[in-house]
């Protein structure tokens, strides 16, 4: 059975660092029928950092230029013999700004010679910064999946959420990025974009919201892209501080719960998906990392201790910030998880 993670989480002001909730996560699993065990590790995500050349209000990582915490060469290294041990597919780096780690070509690169899909989440201003200019044609060149940040396809509701300035940015890399070939059939280079609600509410239905991004970024910029992933806001960090200041945060959980979709479960991404944080350690997914949920503490706590073989059907750590992923349509790294 789904294991909830005994341990009091706090912030570092003291506070809880979750909302409560009068339904644990684990209940409403047993009162679905349902258990949440991973069935395989096709994605090795690694959260490389959370240095950041932004500070957004949504954010659950709580990234912004000030953070030091960075990944360094023998983590990588540690990661990368896992994809060449285990045939992992997928390596899914995310961060903060992943692109501003000393050591993420040489990661990137080595990560392709694997043979191994590489997905970067770039938050697409970055590439504005000194020296990092040529960030499209070094994507293009290795063939990587981008996941990039956009919340609307209007200003005010981008700046709102991610700063002053960021969807003018915004539209000029997704620009450059088209000039590189991304977005084009043609071409198989991928450029997908997220879409987070600006606010206390669940995000519209992706296929819907999609085809406005689409004919909206063609007919104002010119801009064309492959897939909109819509991925709910989750009680974590600092848009769970957002939610207390705005008083906004049992109104908030109570929706994440009242929405809980049972076929939302089985496309979970920890289901397939096994998290690395910048020092090594493992957890079930990005979320669980960020409230230091660690994995099931009968299995190894780092990467230098993950077997493929033990990793497969292991029991997931939940607490009550998972019902952001079962809510609605559900919600992961890939956008919607359940049928519509």
């Not at 002001?13 to 029928?33: M, R, T, W, Y």
């Not at 990234?63 to 540690?78: M, V």
């Amino acid at each position: 059975m789904t294991t909830t993670a005994q341990i009091q989480i706090t912030r570092r002001d003291g506070k809880p660092a979750l909302p409560d909730s009068a339904v644990s996560f684990e209940d409403k699993l047993v009162e679905n029928g349902l258990q949440l065990r991973s069935v395989e590790v096709d994605i090795l995500q690694v959260n490389v950092g959370k240095l950041c050349n932004q500070t957004c209000k949504h954010c659950h990582v709580d990234a912004s230029p000030s953070r030091t915490e960075i990944i360094d060469r023998g983590t990588i290294e540690d990661c990368l013999q896992v994809l060449r041990d285990c045939s992992i597919p997928t390596l899914d780096i995310t961060g903060g700004a992943p692109e501003l780690i000393p050591d993420f070509r040489y990661f990137v690169a080595e990560a392709r010679k694997t043979g191994a899909n590489v997905i970067v989440r770039h938050n697409l201003t970055v590439m504005f910064e000194e020296g990092f200019e040529d960030l499209p044609a070094f994507f293009a060149e290795n063939r990587v999946e981008l996941v990039c940040s956009l919340p609307y396809f209007m200003q005010q509701q981008t700046d709102a959420q991610r700063g002053a300035g960021v969807f003018e940015k915004s539209v000029a890399a997704l620009r450059r990025l088209n000039s590189a070939g991304y977005g084009n059939d043609k071409t198989s280079l991928i450029l997908n974009l997220v879409y987070n609600p600006v606010g206390a509410f669940l995000p519209p239905d992706q296929s819907a919201i999609e085809s406005d991004f689409k004919r909206e970024l063609k007919r104002r910029y010119d801009i064309v892209f492959n897939n909109l992933y819509t991925i709910t806001n989750m009680p974590i960090a600092r848009y769970l501080d957002w939610l207390r200041r705005s008083g906004n945060e049992e109104s908030y959980m109570s929706k994440l719960i009242d929405s809980f979709n049972p076929r939302a479960v089985e496309g979970l991404m920890c289901r397939n998906t096994l998290s690395v944080d910048w020092l090594g350690n493992l957890y079930d997914c990005d979320f669980n990392q960020m409230l230091e949920i660690p994995v099931n503490p009968a299995l190894g706590q780092t990467i230098r201790d993950f077997s493929q073989r033990k990793f497969v059907d292991r029991e997931i750590m939940t607490n009550s910030h998972c019902f952001g992923c079962t809510a609605g349509l559900g919600s992961s790294c890939g956008g919607s998880v359940a049928p519509d």
